[in-house]
């Protein structure tokens, strides 16, 4: 009886070993195998960090990359997860690479509107840095009178561009009176208002040689310096 007893612990015994190894002391050996810490790649270029995790059973991935003239180009620097941290056999790691900022010519925005002007620079990727308001008698209000850099200068891409936008003229500028004559009613409105002056007096004469509402003549005259806020008046076609 005390034989078959031990026979007994010994077969349990043994059955409890098998499966202490197959299920527990094999797995966590063979997981610990198949875990690795994470190289410091910072500081490293691409290839210098493939060439090192390669053999390592790791990929390298690029998520991001970083405009600047500072550093060289192709040099790692962030990466996730960080250095030291222990993953499984074949995990990737993402890194941010530097590279150097494309150059690009900067347009003439001069005569265009602040609001065309941010969408033309923000199509080829430059920012407005920033935007000053003052007085221009080159200009009519909301246009562009001023940029920096110069157009056709060249800027690195993600820089910006400073603009001035005229806020008109200064209340003491004269204004010089522009050329009406032979273009039509409406338009020469427009130009009045641009320049800060008023419309007069407005006659219709019949006359077959125009279009009907094309300016005849004006009065001041062309070329004519007059103070802000002066009239003008017209002679329209019928």
């Given at each position: 009886m005390k034989f078959l007893k031990h026979i007994l612990i010994f077969i349990s015994t043994g059955l409890f070993l098998v499966l202490f190894i197959n299920y527990l002391l094999m797995p966590t050996y063979i997981n610990q195998r198949s875990m690795i810490a994470i190289p410091n790649l910072e500081g490293l270029s691409v290839l210098e960090a493939e060439s090192i995790t390669k053999s390592e059973g790791i990929q390298v991935?690029?998520?991001?990359?970083?405009?600047?003239?500072?550093?060289?180009?192709?040099i790692i620097l962030e990466q996730f997860p960080a250095a030291g941290r222990e993953v499984k056999l074949g995990r990737a790691i993402k890194i941010k690479i530097t590279q150097f900022n494309e150059k690009i010519l900067v347009p003439e925005l001069l005569g265009k509107t602040l609001?065309?002007?941010?969408?033309?620079?923000?199509?080829?990727?430059?920012?407005?840095?920033?935007?000053?308001?003052?007085?221009?008698?080159?200009?009519?209000?909301?246009?562009?009178?001023?940029?920096?850099?110069?157009?056709?200068?060249?800027?690195r891409k993600g820089f910006g561009v400073?603009?001035?936008?005229?806020?008109?003229?200064?209340?003491?500028?004269?204004?010089?009176?522009?050329?009406?004559?032979?273009?039509?009613?409406?338009?020469?409105?427009?130009?009045?208002?641009?320049?800060?002056?008023?419309?007069?007096?407005?006659?219709?004469?019949?006359?077959?040689?125009?279009?009907?509402?094309?300016?005849?003549?004006?009065?001041?005259?062309?070329?004519?310096?007059?103070s802000q806020n002066s009239s003008i008046n017209l002679i329209i076609s019928k």
């Open positions: 991935v690029v998520a991001d990359t970083i405009f600047t003239n500072d550093i060289n180009p192709g609001r065309s002007s941010e969408i033309e620079l923000d199509q080829i990727g430059i920012n407005v840095d920033s935007v000053y308001f003052s007085y221009s008698p080159n200009y009519p209000k909301g246009i562009v009178s001023w940029q920096s850099p110069a157009p056709l200068d060249s800027i400073r603009l001035e936008v005229s806020t008109g003229l200064a209340p003491n500028d004269f204004v010089t009176i522009p050329d009406l004559q032979g273009i039509f009613y409406s338009e020469a409105i427009k130009k009045i208002d641009e320049m800060g002056l008023k419309e007069g007096s407005v006659r219709y004469v019949s006359q077959d040689k125009f279009l009907p509402n094309t300016v005849l003549n004006q009065n001041p005259k062309e070329g004519t310096k007059v």
